[in-house]
Structures are given as structure tokens and as C-alpha cells.
């Protein structure tokens, strides 16, 4: 579909010469996972809105800013930092979430009342959840069914709980999936970079038991002169693993994941979107998170995400067995998703014009 151009919104939205502004609820300097999703929808927004520049708006729903952190997760009245809250949505034209399972609760109460309030499109890409049934807010039903033009699903499991309320949703991959612009196709498994979590923390936690499983399993692999680096993107992770697992890779900035990981040629990864990310960049996964629905409702959409549990034996037949021609397909399949993603995105926008 040829690019529909400038973009426009009625004079009460914003002036038309001026910049879009997005209302984008996620997480900084918290969960790089979230940015990962970022860097994706930012890519295809960019591609369809050429002739109009982009003001980025954070809503911040990182749990530092809740009351209690899990306990109470409603956000606290005064918060500080760099991002929309509860002031006047009044200059935003969109709002959007994307790619994760946190699209609804106490977290999200004054981006659900900003939404309503200024009655704005409410973009929903790549939703994701776990098997178990939601239990909507008045004011967040009203603003899926009255409010937005688009809604796509990650995994099963979030487009079966949007079908319970009447609402259709279209199942896509993650937009994590476009985080890179570009591919870089391995032809040989030789470097491994294992993105490994810690059990040790209340943000991301993983079970112990997997922790420690992974850990003997890395130190396998590299008695079999299998050459591993351990990736983190916690500092408590870094912290940890430094000491007793180096190599280890981390950064703060989550950007620089994109380049870390097209280091390797095959990433196992103990998080969702580690595996994602490494599909970005044109690499192979292997996700170790088994026995977790939100992880392997997502990564069924991947072709190039093998799922196993993280028993060395295992894992080296599946390595052994991963084909080239396989993963070769990468670039395509992700040139048509984005197609798909694309097409979508440009006919919502299009509705709103």
C-alpha cells in the first residue's frame, strides 16, 4: 500500500503542521524487555508517519512508581520523573500499548482515565497474557470496544479473553520483532550468548531451580569447549554472574542489546524477549522458559524460537540438530510480518485522518 502520507487530526487534536504526539505506556531503566518493544513500534511508526514528526510520551507504569510495588499497584499521587501521569492529555492525538501483558489494571488507571477523558484512539499492538481469565474495569472495556481502531494479540491467550468480551483482535507476533532494523544471518553455531537470570531479586525473578540448572548447564557447554557468554540486563544479574560466570555482557542502555546480541550466532535465553530480540537481529533462539504460558504463547508466533528445558543434553541434540536453511528464512518472514503490521497500522490511521 502506497505510504497515505501527511497524517492529519481535526483542529481540536493538535494543528495540523505540528508534531504527533504518542502517549505510549511502558517502562525505562526497568525491564529492557519493554524498550525492546519500543525500538520496534517506533521503527513502523516512522515508516508510515514520513511527512510529520513524532513526539514520544512516556506513561510510566514501573513498579518503583506503584504505592507498594506488587502489593498495592496503584501509583502514587506525586511522581516526579520524565513521564505522563495525571496531568492534561489534552495535546496527545494517540494513545498506545504494546507488545506486553500489562494492558489493564491499577497501573494503568490514569492512562485508561486519560484516554477516555480526551476520548483518544487507543492503539493495541501485540497484546499478550497468561491462561487465566481478565477481569476488565468499566472504563477500560469502554475504551477497547468505543476507542480503538486497531487491536492485535501476541498469543492465544490475550485474543481468547478479548473474544469473551466481543472484541476481535488480529494475532501478530510481538512488535519486539522489528526492534532491528536489520539482519545479520549466522551460518555456523559458533559464539552462544545465554541470557541468564537470577533468582535473587524481586524484578524478573526466575525459579531457583532454573537458575541453578542453567548455571551448571553454561558451565557444561563450556567444559565441551562450546564458546558462551552470559548476557544479563539486570545490574543485579551483572552483579551476580561477573563473579562467577564471566564473560558476561550487560549494559545499561538498553539500545545497545541490539548490537550485543548480533555478536552471536545463537542465543538461549531464560526471557521472552531475549529470544525476540535475538530473532530481530536474525539469529536462532532457544527459550528455556518451558513451563511459562505468557513466555511460550508468544514464541509460538516465532519460527525461529525453539523451546527447551535447560538440561545440557538436551540443549546440545537441539543445537546440534538446528538447520541453516531454517533460520535463513528469518529475514523474509520478519520482511512479512512487518508487511502485515504495516498495512494494518496504515488503515487504522487512515479511519482517523
Same mark, same amino acid.
Given at each position: 500500500?502506497?505510504?497515505?502520507?501527511?497524517?492529519?487530526?481535526?483542529?481540536?487534536?493538535?494543528?495540523?503542521?505540528?508534531?504527533?504526539?504518542?502517549?505510549?505506556?511502558?517502562?525505562?531503566?526497568?525491564?529492557?524487555?519493554?524498550?525492546?518493544?519500543?525500538?520496534?513500534?517506533?521503527?513502523?511508526?516512522?515508516?508510515?508517519?514520513?511527512?510529520?514528526?513524532?513526539?514520544?510520551?512516556?506513561?510510566?507504569?514501573?513498579?518503583?512508581?506503584? +504505592?507498594?510495588?506488587?502489593?498495592?499497584?496503584?501509583?502514587?499521587?506525586?511522581?516526579?520523573?520524565?513521564?505522563?501521569?495525571?496531568?492534561?492529555?489534552?495535546?496527545?492525538?494517540?494513545?498506545?500499548?504494546?507488545?506486553?501483558?500489562?494492558?489493564?489494571?491499577?497501573?494503568?488507571?490514569?492512562?485508561?482515565?486519560?484516554?477516555?477523558?480526551?476520548?483518544?484512539?487507543?492503539?493495541?499492538?501485540?497484546?499478550?497474557?497468561?491462561?487465566?481469565?481478565?477481569?476488565?474495569?468499566?472504563?477500560?472495556?469502554?475504551?477497547?470496544?468505543?476507542?480503538?481502531?486497531?487491536?492485535?494479540?501476541?498469543?492465544?491467550?490475550?485474543?481468547?479473553?478479548?473474544?469473551?468480551?466481543?472484541?476481535?483482535?488480529?494475532?501478530?507476533?510481538?512488535?519486539?520483532?522489528?526492534?532491528?532494523?536489520?539482519?545479520?544471518?549466522?551460518?555456523?553455531?559458533?559464539?552462544?550468548?545465554? +541470557?541468564?537470570?537470577?533468582?535473587?531479586?524481586?524484578?524478573?525473578?526466575?525459579?531457583?531451580?532454573?537458575?541453578?540448572?542453567?548455571?551448571?548447564?553454561?558451565?557444561?557447554?563450556?567444559?565441551?569447549?562450546?564458546?558462551?557468554?552470559?548476557?544479563?540486563?539486570?545490574?543485579?544479574?551483572?552483579?551476580?554472574?561477573?563473579?562467577?560466570?564471566?564473560?558476561?555482557?550487560?549494559?545499561?542502555?538498553?539500545?545497545?542489546?541490539?548490537?550485543?546480541?548480533?555478536?552471536?550466532?545463537?542465543? +538461549?535465553?531464560?526471557?521472552?524477549?531475549?529470544?525476540?530480540?535475538?530473532?530481530?537481529?536474525?539469529?536462532?533462539?532457544?527459550?528455556?522458559?518451558?513451563?511459562?504460558?505468557?513466555?511460550?504463547?508468544?514464541?509460538?508466533?516465532?519460527?525461529?524460537?525453539?523451546?527447551?528445558?535447560?538440561?545440557?543434553?538436551?540443549? +546440545?541434540?537441539?543445537?546440534?540438530?538446528?538447520?541453516?536453511?531454517?533460520?535463513?528464512?528469518?529475514?523474509?518472514?520478519?520482511?512479512?510480518?512487518?508487511?502485515?503490521?504495516?498495512?494494518?497500522?496504515?488503515?487504522?490511521?487512515?479511519?482517523?485522518?
Amino acid at each position: 500500500m502506497k505510504n497515505p502520507g501527511i497524517f492529519k487530526f481535526s483542529e481540536s487534536r493538535s494543528a495540523l503542521c505540528g508534531p504527533l504526539n504518542i502517549l505510549f505506556s511502558s517502562t525505562r531503566q526497568w525491564n529492557p524487555g519493554d524498550e525492546f518493544i519500543f525500538f520496534g513500534i517506533r521503527h513502523l511508526f516512522e515508516e508510515i508517519i514520513r511527512d510529520r514528526k513524532i513526539n514520544w510520551v512516556l506513561y510510566d507504569r514501573n513498579p518503583d512508581l506503584n +504505592i507498594n510495588g506488587f502489593i498495592d499497584r496503584a501509583h502514587k499521587e506525586n511522581i516526579r520523573g520524565n513521564s505522563f501521569q495525571q496531568g492534561d492529555p489534552g495535546s496527545i492525538n494517540i494513545a498506545l500499548i504494546a507488545g506486553t501483558p500489562e494492558w489493564f489494571d491499577r497501573p494503568l488507571t490514569n492512562f485508561y482515565r486519560a484516554v477516555q477523558n480526551e476520548q483518544l484512539p487507543l492503539f493495541l499492538i501485540g497484546l499478550g497474557y497468561i491462561d487465566a481469565p481478565v477481569n476488565f474495569s468499566e472504563n477500560e472495556l469502554y475504551c477497547l470496544k468505543n476507542l480503538s481502531p486497531v487491536i492485535t494479540a501476541r498469543d492465544e491467550y490475550a485474543s481468547r479473553e478479548l473474544a469473551k468480551e466481543g472484541i476481535l483482535s488480529e494475532l501478530l507476533p510481538c512488535p519486539a520483532l522489528f526492534a532491528s532494523s536489520t539482519e545479520k544471518i549466522p551460518t555456523k553455531i559458533r559464539r552462544i550468548g545465554f +541470557i541468564l537470570q537470577t533468582s535473587k531479586t524481586i524484578n524478573q525473578l526466575i525459579p531457583q531451580a532454573l537458575t541453578e540448572t542453567c548455571i551448571n548447564t553454561i558451565k557444561k557447554l563450556r567444559t565441551a569447549k562450546r564458546q558462551v557468554d552470559v548476557i544479563c540486563h539486570y545490574i543485579d544479574e551483572f552483579t551476580e554472574f561477573s563473579r562467577t560466570l564471566p564473560p558476561v555482557r550487560y549494559s545499561y542502555d538498553a539500545r545497545d542489546y541490539i548490537e550485543i546480541l548480533a555478536d552471536y550466532d545463537l542465543i +538461549i535465553s531464560t526471557r521472552l524477549h531475549g529470544a525476540i530480540l535475538a530473532n530481530s537481529v536474525g539469529k536462532p533462539a532457544i527459550l528455556l522458559n518451558v513451563n511459562d504460558a505468557r513466555c511460550n504463547g508468544a514464541a509460538a508466533l516465532f519460527p525461529c524460537i525453539y523451546s527447551a528445558p535447560p538440561d545440557h543434553d538436551i540443549l +546440545i541434540n537441539l543445537i546440534d540438530s538446528l538447520q541453516v536453511s531454517h533460520w535463513q528464512r528469518l529475514p523474509k518472514w520478519k520482511a512479512d510480518m512487518k508487511s502485515q503490521y504495516l498495512n494494518i497500522l496504515r488503515n487504522a490511521l487512515l479511519k482517523l485522518m
